[in-house]
């Protein structure tokens, strides 16, 4: 896939893949006091619409292509539900390292977008999924489209 991002332009990455980046969004956005992840997904969804998002058609080619792979992988398993993608990006859920999600009924995962040449503090990621510009200029997309898929389908296992 054709991505028109360098690397190391996180947020030229976040505006190609989603269509926003931090700098661009209203920062009341992130002003949302300390919240849980639970809270923060919640406002996102909540405040979704005022970005011009429709969480059933992503803008951008890059998450269009994962959603219809996520998509088309949940049909074959035969789940009902409606799959759903939001984006965080710039708001309180960006602040806990969170950029994007999928939402599919009451399960979802979390994805961080890398753009590439940044060094992660202590190499901690709080999303279940990473997202990188060469994931998806190496067509790795859809083996993490299917990834994604699989945890939606399978509810994490308790201990």
Not at 43 to 71: A, C, E
Not at 76 to 91: D, H, Q, S, W
Not at 98 to 108: A, E, I, P, S
């Amino acid at each position: 896939m054709n991505v028109k991002s360098p690397p190391g332009d996180g947020y030229g990455w976040e505006k190609v893949s989603c269509g926003c980046s931090y700098v661009t969004v209203d920062p009341k956005h992130r002003r949302q006091g300390r919240m849980n992840i639970h809270d923060a997904i919640r406002y996102v969804i909540r405040v979704q619409h005022l970005f011009g998002f429709d969480p059933t058609r992503p803008r951008n080619k890059p998450m269009r292509s994962i959603y219809n792979r996520i998509q088309s992988r949940l049909r074959l398993a035969g789940c009902k539900e409606k799959l759903e993608f939001f984006v965080g990006i710039g708001t309180c859920l960006d602040c806990l390292g969170v950029d994007v999600f999928f939402r599919c009924g009451k399960r979802f995962v979390t994805a961080d977008l890398y753009a590439g040449l940044r060094k992660r503090k202590g190499g901690k990621v709080r999303a279940d999924i990473v997202l990188s510009r060469s994931d998806f200029i190496t067509n790795k997309h859809y083996q993490i489209g299917d990834r994604i898929a699989q945890m939606l389908l399978c509810p994490p296992t308790e201990v």
